[in-house]
């Protein structure tokens, strides 16, 4: 209880991690130390009500006496720069060394870079940090046009808050269906048409092929076409920061791998949030979400106060797509079979997915309800039918009285 | 400014002065109450800023959206009549001063 704990990130893992570790009487020092300069702040703002300009300022994640009260050192502008494991120290860009008895890297992700020609241009701009979203903003003010590259969460949700503020906006994807890595189907083809019907200019295997940088910005895609912009924002995935842990030794593919306690092949470190995959299920998942690096961080609190915790929650997401609001419980694979619950058409509905006819995950579209409803049915681990979906809503089966599974 | 009263399982209570417009869970976070954790940001989409509003004060206020209602569900603790999101209820015109309950459980 009285170790010296050192975090290497204070995004929302690394500081959920810090409060989470005194809440459960960890007594020792803990350190967080982060390259941004800033007071940590939350990320999913950043793509929505920032860029459409009705939230002025950062959200921060907590308040600025926190960590004082907390006795927890924070450092900012700081880079972790190497790790030596052996000697239990790590060093930060100024030079200095910090030695732990407990250390967690809670990196997160960085953006994939758009590297075609012309990407370099200054207008050419990707979203991950409140500098991002603050210069974002800034070209936002006086543009007309926008080109968006990737239709991902981020990209889209931006190109609609975008859209929502009269700006005219063109979104280029280069795989044939929006969100094709995160949602059903049916899902995917249903945000294609709420957002052309909104006016957004979706074109889908069409990726950007170079960005021609004269007064305005003129991309060309892979089909051949150009498109006109004052500024082109592009969300093409991340990558999880693993370097550091790779160069300490520690075994990385697509993040730093750890257990299902989190912890990696150093019993002394640690990694949760957007850089871990973890062992979940005798399968692999990195998730990126503000519900996955928060609840691992307080699964890994437990654990480093002396109580072993296996991380087992239910994940949980959200977006805000212009008008619509989508939130998914659960975990869905690709080769799952789904039944959609309600009217596509109404706006309002939901799309179950289940697998060897087992309820395992909920999409749910400005259906709140069905979605907290959901939650607790996951969370519960009932088995769930489709029978028992075409006969009830998912409402009255999670009041119904559990049945033992 | 339009004031809030937080009051902790254990009774004790914090009184924290907001601007004009802003909400409960925002002031919250800024100054560091206990309890409430706000894990999305604001969005009504985590249920993580729960409090039970004194039920003098909940005659002035505006019925939860039906988002809000709906995610009403997906709180930890007890939902109860007097329960709401605390980053959907801001204060500010007539609404000069609220005392709320913070749950014991949040998430
Ligand atoms: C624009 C945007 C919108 C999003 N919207 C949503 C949403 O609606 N819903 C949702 O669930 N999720 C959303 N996300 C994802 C969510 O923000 C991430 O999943 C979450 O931030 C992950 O937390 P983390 O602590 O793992 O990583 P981060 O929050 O990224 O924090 C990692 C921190 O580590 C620091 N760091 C990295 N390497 C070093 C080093 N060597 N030395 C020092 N510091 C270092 C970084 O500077 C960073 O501050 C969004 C993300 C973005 C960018
Ligand atoms: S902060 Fe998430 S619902 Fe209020």
Redesign the pocket.
């Known amino acids: 209880m009285n170790e010296s704990i050192l975090i290497?990130?204070?995004?929302?893992?690394?500081?959920q991690l810090a409060e989470s570790l005194r809440e459960n009487g960890h007594d020792g020092t803990i350190t967080l130390?982060?390259?941004?300069a800033q007071q940590?702040y939350?990320?999913?703002?950043?793509?929505?009500d920032f860029v459409s300009a009705q939230e002025p300022e950062a959200l921060p994640l907590r308040s600025e006496d926190f960590y004082t009260q907390q006795r927890i050192e924070l450092l900012t502008g700081?880079?972790?720069?190497a790790v030596d494991r052996a000697a239990r120290t790590v060093t930060l860009?100024d030079g200095q060394q910090r030695s732990y008895d407990r250390l967690v890297f809670?990196?997160?992700?960085?953006n994939r870079v758009l590297s075609c020609p012309g990407a370099q241009d200054p207008r050419v701009i990707g979203?991950?940090?409140l500098q991002d979203?603050e210069n974002l903003r800034r070209q936002l003010d006086g543009a007309q046009r926008v080109v968006v590259a990737g239709a991902g969460?981020?990209g889209l949700?931006f190109a609609a808050a975008a859209r929502a503020r009269g700006i005219e906006a063109t979104v280029l994807h280069s795989a044939p269906r929006v969100l094709n890595r995160s949602v059903s189907r049916q899902l995917s083809d249903w945000f294609t048409q709420a957002h052309r019907a909104d006016g957004i200019d979706l074109r889908l295997g069409e990726g950007v092929q170079s960005i021609d940088a004269q007064e305005d910005l003129l991309v060309q895609s892979t089909a051949g076409e150009s498109h006109r912009a004052d500024l082109v924002v592009y969300g093409i995935g991340v990558l999880p920061?693993v370097e550091?842990a790779e160069a300490s030794g520690l075994a990385c593919e697509n993040g730093i791998l750890v257990d299902a306690a989190l912890r990696t092949s150093d019993e002394r470190v640690y990694a949760?949030?957007?850089?871990?995959n973890a062992e979940r299920d005798g399968t692999r998942v990195r998730?990126?979400?503000?519900?996955?690096?928060a609840d691992q961080a307080r699964s890994l609190a437990r654990t480093l106060c002396g109580e072993p915790t296996l991380y087992s929650d239910v994940p949980w997401?959200?977006?805000?797509q212009g008008r619509h609001r989508l939130q998914i419980a659960g975990l869905a694979q690709p080769t799952d079979s789904s039944m959609l619950l309600g009217d596509p058409g109404s706006g309002k509905f939901s799309i179950a997915l289940l697998r060897d006819g087992q309820l395992v995950a909920v999409e749910s579209v400005n259906r709140a309800a069905d979605h907290a409803a959901a939650r607790k049915l996951l969370a519960r681990g009932e088995r769930i039918t489709e029978a028992m979906l075409a006969g009830a809503s998912l409402k009255e089966l999670a009041n119904a009285t559990p049945v033992a599974a | 400014m339009p004031t809030i009263t937080f009051e902790q399982p254990n009774g004790t209570a914090t009184d924290v002065e907001v601007a004009e417009g802003g909400n409960i869970m925002r002031a919250a976070v800024a100054n560091n109450i206990a309890g409430i954790v706000g894990e999305?940001g604001g969005?009504a989409?985590c249920a993580t800023c729960h409090v039970y509003v004194n039920p003098e004060d909940a005659a002035g206020l505006p019925e939860p959206s039906e988002d809000e209602d709906e995610m009403l569900d997906c709180t930890t603790a007890e939902r109860t009549e007097h329960s709401r999101l605390g980053c959907q209820v801001s204060l500010g015109g007539a609404l000069q001063s609220i005392r709320v309950a913070v749950p014991s459980d949040q998430v």
Do not use: Y
Request: proline share 5%.
């Open positions: 290497i990130g204070a995004g929302h893992a690394g500081v130390i982060d390259q941004g940590p939350q990320r999913p703002p950043l793509s929505k700081a880079r972790a720069t860009s809670a990196t997160g992700a960085r979203l991950r940090t979203a969460f981020i949700e920061n550091l949760v949030g957007d850089c871990a998730l990126e979400s503000v519900q996955n690096a997401f959200w977006s805000i | 999305c969005q989409m």
